[in-house]
Each structure stands twice: as structure tokens, then as C-alpha cells.
T-cell receptor, first 112, second 113 residues
Framework: EDKVVQSPLSLVVHEGDTVTLNCSYE??????LLWYKQEKKAPTFLFMLTSSGIEKKSGRLSSILDKKELFSILNITATQTGDSAVYLCAVERGNTGNQFYFGTGTSLTVIP | NAGVTQTPKFRVLKTGQSMTLLCAQDMNHEYMYWYRQDPGMGLRLIHY???????AKGEVPDGYNVSRLKKQNFLLGLESAAPSQTSVYFC????????????FGPGTRLTVL
């Protein structure tokens, strides 16, 4: 059975801390892994990863994929209160027209 | 551009009533999706469409039907609502090919009493 597991479920940190969010997966015919940020409403796209070992970066956020060990991590450095959100990992299953399986998310709270 | 829009934003139904949720996108995307999001469950795919006139079942299709008569619209129907269908429903759309990012609508909060 295909599954995507994120950890931790929730996290509370102080501004300036660095956090690492984890996403492990078991999906048939893996094609890609995407990270999204969900504040109060709709998820918004952060990164797409398809190849192992290549880090994607955007400002203080970065992500990397390990296709051998079947996981990805999302790092946020120098956290700010605006980083407070639920971070979702989604894994694409091949041959199904961009069909994605989502994890339950990690809820991050950044305290001033 | 409006992106992805959903109507209505909120709805309360009684058990057994029917309703249709409308999703519209103005980005000329081929693919469209309906998800539901429940506490502790993440986003689960209900149905999706890879083009006008085609639909397919996702992870949790039971109790729902969909139609994609026009490329820009994707309708989700509940024929006989049940309390288990209380959820937040998100529509999303995406391009075909290597750009797999999904653009989400603002969501519809549905309560079935």
C-alpha cells in the first residue's frame, strides 16, 4: 500500500532556530516529491524534487531527496514567525496522470 | 488572473441532501483534482481529470461524482450527503508534463448534519 509519513507531527521553536522536517515514502513507481506550505487556507508550492542528492534552495528553505532510502527533508534556517504553518509532503505515483499521495503534514509554530 | 476559484466557500447540509461544488481555473491547465482534508488525515484525492471529458477515481471516490464538461471547470457532486463527508474540500489544477506543481483553490468547508 502506498504511504507517505511525515515527522514530527508538530514542532514548536523560537525565532532564529533551525528546523528539519522529514518525509518518508513508499509509493509505487515513484516519479517526484513536492513540498507545500499551508497557512490558513490553500497549500502553496515550495519545491519539487525528482533526483537524489540535489539540493533545492529558496532563501532560508532548502530540501533534498534520497531515493535510495526513500525520504526527503525540508530545512528552514533562522526561522521567523511567518514560517508558522503546516508543511505538506506529496509524492507522485507513476503512470497515473500526476496523482499524488500526501502526508498528514508537520505543524510548525515559531514563537517570537 | 483569478487562479483557482471554488464556490461555495461554506455549506451546511442535512443528511441525504445533494449538492455540487464548482471549481474553475483560468490558467489553461489540463489536469484538475478534488481533494478532501480531514484533521490528522492530510489531503486525500477523491477524483481527478487529465483533460476535458475525462475523469478518474482517486483514493476515496465513494459517495462522490465528478464531471469535466469544459476544460476550465471541474464539478464535484454529492448525491446523498452523509456526516462522514463533513470535511474541507480543495480543488487543484496543474500543467501536463514536468511542471507538476498543483495550484489550489481556497477550499470549501462542508458540514453534514
Amino acid at each position: 500500500e502506498d504511504k507517505v509519513v511525515q515527522s514530527p507531527l508538530s514542532l514548536v521553536v523560537h525565532e532564529g532556530d533551525t528546523v528539519t522536517l522529514n518525509c518518508s515514502y513508499e509509493v509505487t513507481n515513484f516519479r517526484s516529491l513536492l513540498w507545500y506550505k499551508q497557512e490558513k487556507k490553500a497549500p502553496t508550492f515550495l519545491f519539487m524534487l525528482t533526483s537524489s542528492g540535489i539540493e533545492k534552495k529558496s532563501g532560508r528553505l532548502s530540501s533534498i531527496l534520497d531515493k535510495k532510502e526513500l525520504f526527503s527533508i525540508l530545512n528552514i534556517t533562522a526561522t521567523q514567525t511567518g514560517d508558522s504553518a503546516v508543511y505538506l509532503c506529496a509524492v507522485e505515483r507513476g503512470n497515473t496522470g500526476n496523482q499524488f499521495y500526501f502526508g498528514t503534514g508537520t505543524s510548525l509554530t515559531v514563537i517570537p | 488572473n483569478a487562479g483557482v476559484t471554488q464556490t461555495p466557500k461554506f455549506r451546511v447540509l442535512k443528511t441525504g441532501q445533494s449538492m455540487t461544488l464548482l471549481c474553475a481555473q483560468d490558467m489553461n491547465h489540463e489536469y484538475m483534482y478534488w481533494y478532501r482534508q480531514d484533521p490528522g488525515m492530510g489531503l486525500r484525492l477523491i477524483h481527478y481529470s487529465v483533460g476535458e471529458g475525462t475523469t478518474a477515481k482517486g483514493e476515496v471516490p465513494d459517495g462522490y461524482n465528478v464531471s469535466r464538461l469544459k476544460k476550465q471547470n471541474f464539478l464535484l457532486g454529492l448525491e446523498s450527503a452523509a456526516p462522514s463527508q463533513t470535511s474541507v474540500y480543495f480543488c487543484a489544477s496543474s500543467y501536463v508534463g514536468l511542471k507538476k506543481e498543483q495550484f489550489f483553490g481556497p477550499g470549501t468547508r462542508l458540514t453534514v448534519l
